[in-house]
């Protein structure tokens, strides 16, 4: 999804990197570890941290963060409608991609977290070409002269993308499997039992009514509005913030 975007702006797709993909799980890790939600963990450490943690070397990053959203298509759609994120979504320089989906317990709230990371890996110095070797010459012959050697490699400076916000991707991680969120399942649970619900209170309704059953008590209309509101509370509950 991810690349879709870029694709619709003449933008090459990133490719997966294992190493950033282990950035973005050890960075969610020490979310739920230290119980914070956000780029900078209250010890003071950046998210650069953890791509030199996996020997990943850059010379552009940058970080997209995202909890509690139902499914892929509403992180990418969150992150495109926030400017930041959508710079970093959007962003030419960036190459590589790596990708956490990560469930877990947040402030005492069952949370999940996505961590999306963008990098550009700094380039391999080309080799340096050997000169042929040659027969060593007669003493009476004079030594070729040797030619001008070649300089060191400039030093490329690293450079952090400014705004550590960054793109939503995948519809699945790099091994193919689905994005699941316990939050969806919850949900989705949640609406099912309250749809069984709702579908036996008016069915008792319906047959209480056809066969005239008299009753001593009965409060189904207040059943009914009860778990109706119940069940339109769930469907329209959004959950889900991007950083």
Do not use: C
């Not at 960036?94 to 402030?107: C, F, H, P, R, S």
């Amino acid at each position: 999804m991810t690349n879709q975007k870029r694709a619709e702006q003449g933008l090459p797709p990133l490719t997966i990197n294992g190493k950033l993909n282990e950035a973005a799980q050890r960075k969610a890790g020490d979310m739920f570890a230290f119980n914070y939600w956000a780029h900078n963990s209250p010890s003071g450490r950046d998210p650069w941290s953890f791509f030199h943690e996996v020997d990943y070397q850059y010379i552009y990053a940058g970080e997209n963060l995202a909890r509690d959203f139902m499914n892929s298509e509403s992180v990418v759609e969150a992150w495109m409608n926030s400017p930041t994120h959508r710079e970093n979504v959007l962003n030419g320089r960036y190459k590589e991609v790596g990708l956490a989906v990560v469930n877990g317990t947040l402030n005492g709230v069952e949370t999940t977290l996505v961590v999306q990371l963008f990098g550009t890996p700094t380039p391999t110095p080309a080799p340096v070409a050997q000169k042929p070797s040659v027969a060593t010459p007669a003493a009476s012959e004079s030594a070729p002269t040797p030619g001008p050697e070649l300089g060191e490699a400039s030093t490329i400076e690293e450079k952090f993308s400014l705004t550590p916000a960054a793109l939503a991707q995948a519809e699945e991680e790099e091994n193919g499997r689905p994005l699941a969120s316990p939050f969806s399942l919850t949900k989705t649970f949640a609406v099912l039992l309250l749809g069984i619900i709702l579908g036996v209170l008016i069915l008792d309704v319906i047959l209480v009514s056809q066969r005239r059953i008299v009753r001593l008590s009965g409060r189904n209309l207040a059943h009914l509005i009860f778990v109706t509101m119940l069940l339109l509370a769930v469907i329209l509950t959004t959950q889900g913030a991007v950083l």
